[in-house]
């Protein structure tokens, strides 16, 4: 029982009546309560002259207690002034006023949607509720704020359907801290350009580099708005256009084989080894391949596969050349090495690599930008991108969310630091079916 009053903030000095009952069929404990009167100040008049008017009584919910669902059964003291007559609910420390659930319930469905794992419907189960009451709780939260721009600003999007105006969802993320910075409902280059106009100009000039992928939009709208800052690339989108070139060689190359040939075998069921960059294939011990009565490992196997066909090993060195200055190369170089290499993809006579070399032109001063560090970090959208995929925990366990706002601020509060989460007062609209006719 002690243990009881406590959960509920509350000290034996406060209590007037107190029990507890148990349903048994209904799984379910319910705390009677009546606190003893103490008489305060009007909150309109300021004066004590007051009686009480009324007894009103509230069924107050509370979280699972003991493996039951926990109500309160609460008889509230209705004041009346003597001298305005007002009147005005007596004071309690475990529930706000025509609140229908505890104060400890709201902390712990808040404390619960931080784990972006967990639904709506998820937590409303473990705290006793329905899924509309969940969602009203986070929505009184208000709209988050966005956060300040940092120096170092990464933009990507994320694929959401179900939400927003496009089918992308557009987030910028602070490179040095990892916070989400502001989501928006779409990347088009119209939509952006109205979010930045916006700001004023001692906040964009505060950035002093941007990285961003090969979406076009990102790069004009950083030029107009940010002048000051210099434009990246991230490497990895760079390479994911060097491996589809090198993919489709291999599918030309494949197709020109003859049917159940040990050619065509090898580049069916080894083309993975293809992917991979050759420093990071594991060595093994050779193991008998039975189709081709050959003692084999990853090394080998490869080796084989770049033998059907010169374009194919002329596609995979150059997909290696592209790596290797990818990894090993430093700012300073990094426009020496980037232009033999588009000199290099232009002369192989591939035609997928020539045109990744007018790419690369095309992207050249944003490439050479990849190469600098901040707080010793090569800048990149490696940090967002890692991001991206858990904020699509959220859209793909909750099926997707009717409402724009609730699901950005969703992603903002699961994945800040609390500290910089700041509120504001922001009606959250339900979108709701319309009725149809009512026909007599």
């Known amino acids: 029982m002690n243990d009881i009053i406590q959960?509920?903030?509350?000290?034996?000095?406060?209590?007037?009546?107190?029990?507890?009952?148990?349903?048994?069929?209904?799984?379910?404990?319910?705390i009677h309560l009546t606190l003893k009167r103490k008489d305060t100040k009007c909150p309109y008049c300021g004066l004590i002259n007051?009686?009480?008017?009324r007894y009103n009584h509230r069924l107050i919910k509370h979280p699972i207690l003991q493996g039951l669902n926990c109500y309160i059964d609460y008889w509230c003291r209705?004041?009346?002034?003597?001298?305005?007559?007002?009147?005005?609910?007596?004071?309690?420390?475990f529930v706000d006023s025509k609140n229908k659930c505890t104060k400890f319930t709201k902390l712990l469905v808040?404390?619960?949607?931080?784990?972006?794992?967990?639904?709506?419907?998820?937590?409303?189960?473990?705290?006793?509720?329905?899924?509309?009451?969940?969602?009203?709780?986070?929505?009184?939260?208000?709209r988050i704020k966005?956060?300040?721009?940092?120096?170092?600003?990464?933009?990507?999007?994320?694929?959401?359907?179900?939400?927003g105006i496009g089918k992308f969802d557009c987030v910028f993320m602070d490179f040095a801290s990892g916070n989400i910075i502001d989501v928006l409902p779409d990347r088009t280059k119209n939509y952006l350009h109205h979010y930045?106009?916006?700001?004023?100009?001692?906040?964009?000039?505060?950035?002093?580099?941007?990285?961003?992928?090969?979406?076009?939009?990102?790069?004009?709208?950083?030029?107009?708005?940010?002048?000051?800052?210099?434009?990246?690339?991230d490497s990895f989108h760079v390479m994911e256009h060097i491996s589809s070139a090198l993919k489709s060689v291999k599918n030309k190359v494949k197709n020109s084989l003859i049917e159940k040939s040990n050619e065509k075998y090898l580049l069916t069921k080894f083309d993975y080894l293809l992917s991979k960059n050759y420093d990071d294939i594991k060595y093994f011990e050779p193991k008998l391949n039975r189709k081709l009565k050959l003692y084999l490992n990853a090394h080998s196997t490869l080796d084989l596969l770049l033998k059907i066909d010169p374009s194919l090993e002329l596609a995979?060195?150059?997909?290696?050349?592209y790596h290797r200055f990818n990894r090993d190369c430093n700012q300073t170089d990094a426009e020496t090495h980037l232009r033999d290499i588009i000199n290099t993809f232009f002369q192989?006579?591939?035609?997928?690599?020539?045109k990744l070399a007018k790419m690369l032109e095309t992207w050249f001063d944003e490439i050479v930008n990849s190469f600098k560090f901040y707080n010793g970090r090569r800048i990149s959208n490696g940090p967002i991108e890692s991001l991206n995929r858990r904020l699509r925990i959220i859209t793909s366990n909750s099926y997707g969310m009717n409402n724009f706002t609730r699901e950005r601020n969703r992603f903002m509060y699961c994945f800040n630091v609390d500290k910089y989460l700041v509120f504001e007062n922001f009606s959250i609209k339900r979108h709701m079916k319309k009725r149809g006719e009512y026909n007599k």
């Open 7 to 30: 959960l509920f903030n509350l000290k034996d000095d406060d209590i007037e009546e107190f029990n507890c009952s148990t349903n048994h069929e209904n799984k379910s404990k319910t």
């Open 50 to 53: 007051i009686y009480i008017d």
């Open 78 to 93: 209705r004041f009346r002034c003597c001298s305005c007559k007002s009147t005005y609910n007596e004071l309690n420390p």
């Open 110 to 142: 808040l404390q619960k949607l931080k784990n972006p794992r967990l639904t709506f419907s998820d937590v409303a189960k473990e705290c006793n509720l329905s899924t509309t009451h969940v969602i009203n709780i986070f929505d009184s939260l208000g």
């Open 146 to 163: 966005r956060l300040s721009l940092p120096e170092v600003l990464c933009i990507d999007e994320i694929h959401d359907p179900c939400s």
């Open 196 to 233: 930045f106009q916006n700001f004023k100009k001692d906040d964009l000039s505060r950035v002093k580099h941007i990285s961003i992928d090969m979406w076009l939009p990102y790069k004009q709208i950083a030029q107009i708005y940010f002048r000051n800052a210099s434009i990246s690339i």
């Open 316 to 321: 995979y060195n150059l997909k290696e050349l």
């Open 348 to 354: 192989s006579g591939i035609d997928e690599f020539a």
